[in-house]
């Protein structure tokens, strides 16, 4: 039995569906498969029953899962104390400035708790690089939110928020209980600069071109719908001013808040952070 087999065996376990265990795993279904087959073969164990739904855990499944957790997060403070010893015990993490999210203030507590010795630095970006330097080499993972070009990257979903419209509170149509994007057709947004990630524009601006003034960070987008009464989106559950209004889109994909590193990186505390923050972000 290999770690590797156990920390596949956690992923369809966590996700409770061989397809979405395999996207997360960055593989194909079938090995994903053949590969939980072998470990029921050396468990002489039926672990996940199948199903055209999913997949659920049998009770010796469940009782794999704790101790497979356990063993792969014992693996992970191995591979970290060693990385501590050798003078490597730093990380850099990149952030977009758009809240203080509690999954992040539970992450920062976590991690400290783990990982002790560790110095973490944190490099802030604002809205026009959603990967928080990654692509230019400057952080070693990020905590960010899709979409964006994921070429030469790997990440982990960690949470899907709904998004609403940002408003004036006196905005008309910020009495409703929610909107649908062709209720702001006619409306102006604000926009990202020029070369900003075209995934990553395209989602912000509802799908469609948009004009309006070019924000770069948070507070510039929420000063262009005070002072210009420009709309834009935002994920429901932050804090704004009172003069502002976020109502629900009911036509838009969530926004998905995820850990993301460099392809081929070997640092062993990215995997121990991505660990750590899909248990803060579930929390």
């Known amino acids: 039995m290999e770690l590797r087999t156990l920390s596949y065996f956690v992923a ?8 979405r265990a395999a996207v997360r795993l960055h593989m194909t279904q079938p090995p994903l498969s053949r590969a939980i087959k072998r470990l029921e073969s050396d468990f002489d164990a039926v672990l996940l029953h199948r199903s055209a739904l999913g997949v659920t855990l049998t009770p010796a499944g469940s009782a794999l899962l704790e101790e497979a957790r356990a063993l ?14 050798a003078g490597a015990a730093t990380l850099t993490v990149g952030v977009l400035g758009d809240s203080t999210d509690p999954g992040a203030t539970r992450l920062a507590a976590d991690f400290r708790r783990r990982h002790p010795n560790v ?39 960690l949470r899907a928020d709904p998004v ?37 524009q395209s989602y912000w601006h509802g799908g469609e071109p948009r004009e309006g003034p070019v924000v770069r960070a948070v ?6 719908v005070l002072w210009n009464s420009t709309v834009g989106m935002t994920p429901l ?13 009911e036509d838009m ?6 850990a993301v590193w460099n392809e081929g990186d070997t640092n062993p505390l990215i995997r121990s952070f991505v660990q750590i923050a899909a248990g803060a972000y579930r929390g």
């Open 12 to 19: 369809v376990a966590e996700e409770l569906h061989f397809g």
């Open 164 to 200: 609403g419209a940002v408003l004036r509170a006196d905005d008309p149509l910020a009495d409703r209980d929610r909107l649908k994007l062709a209720d702001l057709a006619d409306r102006r947004w604000f926009r990202f600069p020029a070369g900003t990630d075209p995934l990553w």
């Open 219 to 224: 507070q510039e987008c929420l000063q262009a």
């Open 119 to 157: 110095e973490v630095r944190i490099r802030e970006t604002d809205l026009t690089d959603p990967t928080c330097g990654l692509h230019a080499g400057l952080v070693d993972v990020a905590l960010t939110r899709g979409p964006f070009d994921p070429t030469g990257l790997i990440a982990r979903e």
């Open 253 to 258: 994909a969530p926004s998905r808040v995820v």
């Open 72 to 85: 792969l997060e014992q693996a992970d403070r191995l591979r970290v104390r060693v990385a501590v010893a």
């Open 237 to 249: 559950g932050h804090e704004h001013s009172p003069q502002l209004a976020v109502v629900p889109l």
